[in-house]
Every structure is written in C-alpha cells, then in structure tokens.
C-alpha cells in the first residue's frame, strides 16, 4: 500500500465533496477520510453496515450526560443517522423553535450502547454535558446541508460545549478512520477496529489529556490556545483568531528557503524521488515531474494548505505533504533528505509545532493527527479495515 499522504482523497479536499457550510473558519478540518487500501473488485464488499459500539470510560460524565451524533455524506448529499441506525437526509425542517436540530443518539442507561453504522462519510461527535446546537441551513447549490461545529470560534454556539469528533469512511471497501487534533483537542477518544486485524488508535497514556493541556500551555507563543479546561485550539484556528503569531515560523521558513538555494532536498514519495534547490524564490524540485512551490508563510505551514497545497495530482500533492511535515516536525534543516522517519527527530527546535509535539506525547503509540499531514510516514492516529467486523469508540479518562 502506498502511504497514506498518497490518498487520493484527503483531508481537505473531503470538504468540498461533503460541502460542509457555514463553519466560521477557513475549510480546515471537516471529516477526513483516507485513500481507499482496496476497491470492490479486489476484496469482498464490506457488509451494508458495521456495528458500532459506544464506550463511555471517562469517569466523570454519566452515560444521560454524553451525547452522540453521527452526520455526513453518503452519495453527495448530506446525511445523518437516527438512534436506530438508519440514514436520514439532512433537512431544514429538522431545526426547533431555537433554530437548531436535535440529532443526538442517547447513550443507554448504563453500560455499553450498541448502534448500527451505515456506509457512510463522516464523523462521529461526542458531547459532554450539554447537546450540541447543528443548525441545518441551504447551501449555495440550493441543497440541504448542516453547519459543522467549530470549537475554536468563540462566536459558535457550540464553543462553550464540551465536544470532539472522531472521523471515518465506511464503504464497500472497508472501514477508514481517525481520531483528530488537527482542529482541535478536548475530549480523550480511542478507536478499536476489528475486522481481519484487531487494532486500535488514539489512546492517550495516564494523565495524557492533561499532560497535553499543560505542554501546549507552557510553550512559548502557544499559551492562548489553551481555553480553560475545555479545549486546545490547534495554532491555524489560533492564528486565524488572533491567538497566535502569524509570522511565528518567518525564521525557519526563512533559514529553510536559505539553506536550500545552495544545496539540495530530496524528497521521496511513493510516486519517485524529487530532487531541487531553491531558484527565483521558488524551492524547485525535479523527478517524474517538476513541481514547485512558493515560499510558504506561517499559516500555510500551519494548514498545509495555500503555497503548501496538495493537490491529488500524484507529484505535487505527495511532495506538497512531505514538505508540509517536515516544517511541522522541523525536520527540514536537520537533513536534506525528507521524510525524516524517526520520531526521535521531531520538534527538536525552539520553533516548531508545539501543538503537535504535545498532542504526540500524550497518545500512549506516539501517534496522532496533530496537523492535516501527519500521516506523513504513518504518525496518524489513523486504522483500516477491508473487512471490518466492528468498530469502538470509547471515551476514555479525563
């Protein structure tokens, strides 16, 4: 399988095809699916739905007090699922007299609760304490669609609520999922996916969440990110606010585009090895094609997005992701030669993604989707499955 920054439908561009509205930020972080490991013709199809079992283990919220909603897209149109495991499209006319929907699943009364996930893209969101406010509104093409959650706006109604989402793909091909910081970090949530392998993802070691809240807090220019004990902004989100420095990795993009005008970077990707310096501003770099890119600024490294685009081309896309990585792990000056695999490596200077470093060391397997291409030589917190059984989510101690 090639890596996963080779997907051939990533992160961001999900967004555009589930056409998410009106999330009061930049199209960062909406559901992320990953390349599929297999299509139908090559393995049997996955069943029409997966059970789907709800642990709740954080130890200070009661099962009446979480609440669960399953919602994204499922042949271009946007879906959610009721209590009962069944889709239901999206509709305006779902929103209450406080102009909000309700699509909360309850838990059961105690103990485990069992649902039935249809094939589907999108996220599972948890939320503690209170329900979350999902407005159901028209998007521009004249179709129904439902504003997302967005924790790092302090105008969203849902800012004061305790939440946070895990993401998946369920199709006939299998069951493609993540935890995710990329936006955000404020509730502890693993993964176990059976299926023909038993694995699982984004379990934090003892005192992790903490942990993390503290690393980010104490780290300088990171400590506005930090909102109360409720959640960590990821620092795109926090430069967009005004929480962080736009110019915070000037330095190191600056001493990057230096050191690379007077010798080379070798990129390797599943699609071959690109090899370039910097020339007229531009870090040029040639192997099965020729692909280049702008200088980035702070907030391009931080979303790995605008000179740092992706495009799923097959050249500028994975060489884009390889690039982005090594300037959220500054990893870029330390060796000439990208990706750097060992973790050992990572945010090893003053300037670096700190919020990423934090949301690493918290998870107990070192892995995490700290930025949009941590799957950059497999650090995601990201499982598969061609041939699913079941798959957890389990909300595990604060």
Known sequence: MAPRHQRTLGRRKFLAALGGVAVAAPAAAVIAPHALAGTPSQTAAAADTLPLTIVNNTGSFGNASVHVYIVGNQDGRQVRVTPEGTL?????????????????????????????????????????????????VTDGAGNPALQYPAGWVSSDPNYPVLHD???????????????????????????RLTGARDQTTGTLRDGGRAAAFAAVRQAEGFGKLVVDDTRVIAPGHGLDAGLFAKDY??????????????????????????TGRVRGGKLVLAGPATVSFDQPTTRDVLFCDGALAAPNDGTTGP??????????????????????TDASSFYRTAVTNHYAAAM?????????????????????????????????????PF
């Open 88 to 136: 239901a499209p999206i509709a305006v006319s779902d929103n209450g007299a406080d102009g909000f929907t309700d699509y909360a699943i309850p838990l059961a009364g105690s103990g485990e609760t069992r649902l039935s996930l249809p094939r589907m893209s999108g996220r599972i969101y948890v939320s503690l304490g209170q329900k979350l406010k999902l407005r159901a």
């Open 249 to 274: 990795f000037a330095p190191y993009i600056d001493e990057v585009w230096s050191t690379y005008t007077g010798k080379d970077l070798t990129v390797a990707t599943a699609a071959g090895t690109f």
């Open 360 to 396: 690493h060391a918290a998870t107990g397997d070192g892995r995490a989707y700290g930025f949009a291409f941590d799957d950059v030589a497999d650090f995601a917190s990201y499982i598969q499955d061609t041939a699913p059984s079941n798959i957890r989510l389990t909300l595990t």
């Open 319 to 340: 060489v884009a992701a390889v690039v982005g990585a090594g300037f959220n792990r500054s990893t870029l000056l330390a060796s000439a030669a990208q990706p750097v």
């Open 165 to 191: 989402c895990a993401e998946f793909t369920y199709n006939a091909s299998g069951m493609f999922c993540n935890t995710t910081m990329v936006d955000m970090f404020s509730v502890p949530l693993s993964i």
